[in-house]
């Protein structure tokens, strides 16, 4: 790819996140793009790496055990919406990964609509995984980005079947890959026999359900004694991740009756590491199950709380992974349609080396461009007048993408007004993340006895 600038010969990227998976997400997206393999091969690339600042925002914790995506966390720092649109306009990026929740990528892009650069960078955004829920709104929030990747060819054809339905322009749309596939392929080891359990923090949401999961599991591991069972957790109590926990497993299991068997343990760490040692991997609907097929790892999709949009599940219809507690207490091992499994971005084929080549050439021509157009979001203040103010202003932008007054002002550093400064903002972070993570939960759980 040829340098956008004279300064330096190396494309300079801003990876934007806004939680843990996304971080990943963004940063192993981002040198693909531009690295060709996600290796150290082709030009050099200058990754800056910022964190939305709100309520998911990853502790060191969390970007330590995300593994290695390229980028030196210790250089990581957290922004508000405002001082990023301010970096980009000074710093001259090329390239700009937004690695964000729907209404945060809508308001970026507004952002940088209004700041009429001369040398705009390329816009890139997409999913984390896969995406069940909410399509038509979340697809539109990120419509305005120069490239909407999709992990996958079906997932390709839906989203630009949404754009194509509403009047806006599809050509945004571009074929990928989940960024963070790969690993050995599954072989089995004589003596080991591991399930994992994929939880996720809000699927499924109620107690019951989440008892139910557990209850399930820990009775599989008494059942299979010489069974290694592994429950891999997102987070601990009173972190956050992409979606909520506010029932985290590790809390269920301390009140289960009769206790955990000495053949189930709770793990946390880099999923990659996890299915090295993975049998079986069980979940409801989390993108594990990708990561696993992509290995070609024994999968299993549950069906014990039904095959539902709320769960997730639903899209693994015509898999030939769906199954129950019962079936696999049984032995019963899934076997994948091999049709479902093309259409669906795992590469099980060895074509995952090629997956981002139609991506990354995309990219490559943006970069080439003397001038991009202007960003030409489809919700603008005529097209969604009841909608789209809200979704700025959550992050201090006006209707026209500007700052609201008072949150571009200049930030003190240095001295000890800019460290007061500091103290009380860590201060006043540190009590809001209290709130929403501890506080609320038990707020709403109160509300509902």
């Known amino acids: 790819m040829p340098p956008r600038t004279e300064k330096t010969s190396a494309l300079r990227v801003a990876v934007l996140a806004d939680s843990d998976t996304r971080w990943k997400w963004g940063a192993l997206t981002a040198r693909r793009l531009t690295t060709g393999d996600g290796g150290a091969s082709g030009p050099r690339t200058e990754i800056s790496g910022l964190l939305l600042r709100g309520r998911a925002t990853p502790t060191p914790r969390q970007l330590a055990e995300v593994g290695d995506v390229g980028v030196d966390t210790d250089r990581v720092r957290e922004v508000t919406a405002v001082e990023f649109l301010r970096l980009v306009r000074d710093e001259g990026y090329d390239l700009v990964v937004l690695a964000l929740v729907g209404g945060a990528v809508q308001a970026m892009v507004h952002g940088l609509a209004a700041l009429r650069l001369p040398a705009r960078p390329v816009v890139v955004t997409g999913y984390v995984g896969v995406v069940y829920e909410k399509l038509a ?10 490239v909407v990747l999709a992990n996958s060819r079906h997932d390709a054809e839906r989203f630009r079947a949404v754009y194509e ?3 806006a322009d599809a050509s945004a749309v571009t074929e990928a890959a989940l960024p963070f596939l790969g690993g050995a392929p599954h072989t089995p080891e004589q003596g080991r026999d591991t399930v994992v359990f994929a939880a996720q923090p809000s699927v499924p949401a109620s107690r019951a359900d989440r008892t139910y999961l557990l209850r399930r599991l820990v009775e599989h591991a008494r059942l299979h004694p010489k069974r290694e069972v592994l429950l891999k957790l997102r987070s601990k109590p009173g972190e956050h991740t992409t979606h909520i926990e506010e029932l ?9 009756p009769g206790g955990l068997p000495p053949n189930f343990r709770l793990v946390y760490g880099h999923m990659g590491e996890v299915l090295d040692r993975t049998d079986l991997l069980v979940t409801v609907s989390s993108t594990a199950a990708l990561e696993s097929l992509h290995r070609r790892i024994p999968t299993a999709v549950l069906t014990d709380l039904g095959v ?5 599940n639903h899209h693994f219809t015509g898999s030939g992974l769906l199954t ?4 696999l207490d049984g032995g019963a091992h899934p076997e994948p349609d091999a049709e479902w499994l093309a259409g669906q971005g795992v590469a099980a084929d060895g074509t995952y080396a090629t ?7 995309r990219v490559a021509a943006l970069l080439a461009q003397d001038r991009l157009p202007d ?3 489809y919700y603008t203040p005529a097209t969604a007048p009841g909608y789209l103010p809200g979704i700025l202003a959550r992050h201090h932008l006006g209707p026209d993408g500007h700052p609201l007054p ?3 002002a200049p930030r003190e550093t240095g001295g000890v007004r800019g460290a007061v400064r500091d103290a009380v903002r860590d201060a006043a972070r540190g009590a809001y993340r209290h709130g929403v993570q501890r506080v609320a939960p038990v707020i709403r759980r109160l509300g509902e006895l």
Do not use: F, M
């Not at 985290?248 to 289960?256: F, I, M, T, V």
């Open 375 to 377: 960003l030409a979001p």
């Open 137 to 146: 709104d979340g697809l539109l929030l990120r419509h305005g980005a120069d």
């Open 355 to 361: 997956a981002y080549d139609t991506a990354r050439a």
């Open 165 to 167: 339905g509403v009047g």
């Open 248 to 256: 985290p497993y590790q809390r269920l299991a301390e009140k289960l």
């Open 324 to 327: 129950s507690w019962d079936h």
């Open 308 to 312: 539902r949009e709320t769960l997730g």
């Open 406 to 408: 008072g949150a571009a």
